[in-house]
Every structure is written in C-alpha cells, then in structure tokens.
C-alpha cells in the first residue's frame, strides 16, 4: 500500500477521503474526469514560448530566463519538479545574469493546468527566492487556483505511484 507522501502537508481528514479514492480504485477516473485534456506543449521552443508568453502578462518587469527546457533528471521521487537557477557572470565589465527554467519531463504528459501551476511557481521564483507568503501571492495572481492545483497535482503523482510498474502510462486509463 502507498503512503500518501506527497500529501502529507494536508489535513487527516482529507487524507483519509484520499485514502478511500484510491483503496476503491476510482482515483484515477475521478483526475480524469477533472482534467480530461492534454496539451501539445512537447518540445523545448515550445515550452519556452509558452513560458515567456505567461512572464510577459503577469511579470513584465522581470527579464526572461534565456533558457527553458524539459528535463528527464527532474523527478518527483527526488523531490524535483522544477528547478529555477541564476548564474550571474562578469563580461565585458558589466554583471549579466542569465536564469533558467527546468521543468520535469513529465509534465509533457500531464493535463495543461498542472504545465501551468508548475510554469507558474518557477516564474514566481524570479521575483522570490523562498516559499513566503508573498511568494504564493504571486502564484495565486497568475493562476487563481494555484493551490487547488497543486493539491490535485499531489494527487495525480499519488495516483500515478500506486499504480503498478509496467503500466509506463501516467494518463488514468490509457487516455492518450
Ligand atoms: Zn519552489
């Protein structure tokens, strides 16, 4: 049987309502029922575009991240969704700064919204550094059910480890 790490933040009694979803089998039909569209977000241009797009409404004053990418390395089970790193260099005597904006490969298979709540944190990480309060505003601002969607992405990676190993899918029920 799974823990519930990924949820382990949230009430008991919700986690108990969680407990029950997935010991009757039904919570992969019921986040497929929720979040019944994919996206065509799959190469790295294509992420980047989206990525700046969503910057440029809500964050104009921020520069862009010069590079954004899909990574295989990033893993839920390593405790990493996205990364968002700043390197910042002398040349030519001025200090340039250059960021970057990692997110986990998986999320080229999962459902739009939960791209969107991931894009979102990393953005809001240009602006704030820690998780704050004014850090979660800034999550909120972009996507009003920011913590709606990261509680059912919990839920999704709780759903898709339960699952058995040779079923390579992360769509409940093969939706491809
Ligand atoms: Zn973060």
Known sequence: MSDLKYLSHYPPALLLQVRTLLDEGRLGSWLRQKYPDRHDIATDKALYQFVADLKQRYLKNAPLPSKVLYDNRQHPLKGTL???????????????????????????????????????????????????????????????????????????????????????????????
């Open 82 to 176: 996205g990364t968002n790193t700043t390197i910042s260099r002398v040349q030519g005597g001025k200090l340039k700064s250059k960021s970057e904006i990692r997110i986990a490969a998986l999320f080229r298979e999962l459902p739009l919204p939960f791209l969107e709540m991931i894009v979102v944190h990393e953005l809001s990480h240009l602006k704030e550094k820690d998780h704050g309060k004014a850090f979660y505003q800034l999550c909120v601002h972009m996507l009003p059910d920011y913590h709606q969607l990261e509680f059912d992405l919990r839920l999704w990676l709780t759903w898709r480890e339960s699952q058995p190993d040779d079923d390579a899918s992360i769509i409940p029920n093969g939706n491809k």
